[in-house]
């Protein structure tokens, strides 16, 4: 039986990975030299994958966009994308909740993770808990969408509010932003892990491509039980 894997010194790339999972390899840059992610980025390609490379740095986004004319740096996301799925038919819009614009980087790398899965976006963003009037303003279109994002740092508070006020599925994003003794993010991720709200699930410090996997695998799963 052949492998699936295409074998590289450094690397095996998985061309099958969108067959099982229904996504391709994604490239997590860190710690790649710009000319290994650009071989497994050409891998990806040539087989009519949308590539997809997270928390790449500016000699990797350099690399890539040289080499790709259709290449996209998304500088605050630390993301490139190479080429663009067909958007999902009938899909539900997945809203981005950001509490402050200090969350940017996170929310920017969710919204496009999900644009490079095929998903449509709606955006809502500063409406922290500092300022509640603005969430309020915005809770017919929370309703509107399938799935919610919610993105905080600080103390970490907006998922438990918004989960008392819209009946969703919700993923909680802590971030590392904060004063003084916040302990790079920690004292928002346990705040949500011990969140008295329902529905709310937690990934990890800063890590808006987590919650984009999330957010896709709740829907395909909605949308295959509609089959």
């Excluded at 004063?179 to 011990?194: D, I, K, R, V």
């Excluded at 709310?200 to 695998?217: L, P, Q, R, S």
Aim: with cysteine.
């Amino acid at each position: 039986m052949s492998s699936p894997d295409i074998r590289e010194p450094f690397a095996r790339v998985d061309l099958e990975r969108i067959a099982r999972c229904g996504r391709p390899e994604t490239i997590f840059c860190p710690g790649k030299l710009p000319s290994e992610v650009v071989h497994v980025a050409r891998t990806l390609h040539v087989a009519g994958q949308t590539v997809l490379a997270t928390r790449a740095e500016d000699s990797h986004a350099a690399a890539l966009c040289e080499e790709f004319q259709d290449a996209e740096w998304h500088a605050r996301a630390r993301c490139v994308t190479i080429g663009a799925p067909a958007p999902v038919p009938d899909s539900w819009r997945i809203g981005i909740v950001c509490a402050g614009t200090s969350d940017l980087p996170v929310a920017d790398e969710c919204a496009v993770c999900l644009h490079a899965f095929g998903r449509p976006v709606e955006r809502v963003t500063d409406v922290g808990v500092a300022g509640l009037h603005r969430l309020l303003g915005e809770i017919d279109r929370l309703r509107s969408c399938g799935v919610l994002v919610v993105i905080a740092g600080m103390e970490g508070t907006l998922p438990s509010v918004v989960a008392g006020l819209v009946d969703l599925p919700l993923i909680a994003v802590p971030t590392s932003r904060g004063y003084g003794a916040n302990f790079s993010g920690l004292s928002a991720l346990l705040g949500m892990l011990t969140s008295c709200a329902s529905r709310v699930t937690v990934v990890n410090i800063d890590n808006g491509f987590g919650a984009a996997c999330a957010a896709d695998a709740i829907l395909r799963l909605a949308e295959r039980s509609k089959t």
